[in-house]
T-cell receptor, first 115, second 118 residues
Framework: AQTVTQSQPEMSVQEAETVTLSCTYD???????LFWYKQPPSRQMILVIR????KQQNATENRFSVNFQKAAKSFSLKISDSQLGDAAMYFC????????????WGAGTKLIIKP | GAVVSQHPSWVICKSGTSVKIECRSL??????MFWYRQFPKQSLMLMAT?????????EQGVEKDKFLINHASLTLSTLTVTSAHPEDSSFYIC??????????????FGAGSRLTVL
């Protein structure tokens, strides 16, 4: 069975600085999808970024980028120029290519932005 | 973009009563919706997969008679917590798959419903 591990329960970063959130996963599959979701205090889950495993190029979305290391089964999220609005819980998630869109979730990392 | 509307956002009820939570896809059709439960400071726990026109698929350990799911149309799924008790108090979230090329492989989430059972 697949698992997703986020080893950092909480991270803090100074506003405008860069922070990296870690995520590792375990799977025997070669084709899958990885996601980072953000859950701010409003508790609305928001997709931050996604990565298809068959793509070697790391996904980027403005200030958000990932470091996808398929062999190491690592999928870290880098947030550049951190802003106060980035404060939230960040969840890493895995989806098998042949699943019914069910996600396997990490435990989450709480990101604190220091002004 | 695709929007999933979840209602109510917050509900308080007395023990023994039933509560219905609605999840609507506003600008797309959702053949599959997912219902999650989230405890404080924890990740999402998948409760069931709701399929339009058929019975929901429940995860192991989730009482199907307690948590009734109905997906009667392509835009609406409902979760009814029957005979609610204080231990059912939680945050419930629905999500739907956004179809088409633009939404490939993406789930869109409702804003969640906080249930408090007194």
């Amino acid at each position: 069975a697949q698992t997703v591990t986020q080893s950092q329960p909480e991270m803090s970063v100074q506003e405008a600085e860069t922070v990296t959130l870690s995520c590792t996963y375990d799977t025997s599959e070669s084709d899958y999808y990885l996601f980072w979701y953000k859950q701010p205090p409003s508790r609305q889950m928001i997709l931050v970024i996604r990565q298809e495993a068959y793509k070697q190029q790391n996904a980027t979305e403005n200030r958000f980028s990932v470091n996808f290391q398929k062999a190491a089964k690592s999928f870290s999220l880098k947030i550049s120029d951190s802003q106060l609005g980035d404060a939230a819980m960040y969840f890493c998630a895995y989806r098998s290519s042949d699943s019914n869109y069910q996600l396997i979730w990490g435990a989450g990392t709480k990101l604190i932005i220091k002004p | 973009g695709a929007v999933v509307s979840q209602h109510p956002s917050w509900v308080i009820c007395k023990s023994g009563t039933s509560v219905k939570i609605e999840c609507r896809s506003l600008d797309f059709q959702a053949t599959t919706m997912f219902w999650y439960r989230q405890f404080p400071k924890q990740s999402l726990m998948l409760m069931a997969t709701s399929n339009e026109g058929s019975k929901a698929t429940y995860e192991q350990g989730v009482e199907k008679d307690k948590f009734l799911i109905n997906h009667a149309s392509l835009t609406l799924s409902t979760l009814t917590v029957t005979s609610a008790h204080p231990e059912d108090s939680s945050f419930y979230i629905c999500s739907a798959r956004v179809g088409g090329r633009a939404g490939a492989n993406v789930l869109t989430f409702g804003a969640g419903s906080r249930l408090t059972v007194l």
